[in-house]
């Protein structure tokens, strides 16, 4: 019998899939959101989490970001 889950494809590089996984092990394990990791830069995740991946990545991304001196 075939087994379908619902869930998003997330394509991105190996930093980016890194901190998306790490971002998974910080959760408490009722709200772990990875369906499976694919390979190093493929994830399957839950579809309800989408928003909230894109949210830390953005303060990620601006926290990380270079801002040239006045």
Same mark, same amino acid.
């Given at each position: 019998?075939?087994? @379908?889950t !619902?869930?998003?494809?997330i #394509?991105? +590089?190996?930093?980016?899939?890194?901190?998306?996984?790490?971002?998974?092990? *910080?959760?408490? @394990?009722?709200? !772990?959101f990875?369906?499976?990791?694919?390979d #190093? *830069?493929?994830?399957?995740?839950?579809?309800?989490v *989408?928003?909230?991946?894109?949210? @830390?990545?953005s303060?990620?991304? +601006?926290?990380?970001?270079?801002? !040239?001196? @006045?």
């Open positions: 019998m075939v087994n @379908a !619902k869930g998003i494809f #394509s991105c +590089d190996i930093p980016m899939a890194q901190f998306i996984i790490n971002l998974n092990a *910080t959760q408490p @394990a009722s709200s !772990k990875i369906i499976h990791v694919l #190093s *830069t493929h994830l399957f995740v839950q579809p309800n *989408t928003e909230m991946i894109r949210s @830390a990545i303060e990620f991304r +601006d926290l990380n970001s270079y801002e !040239k001196p @006045a």
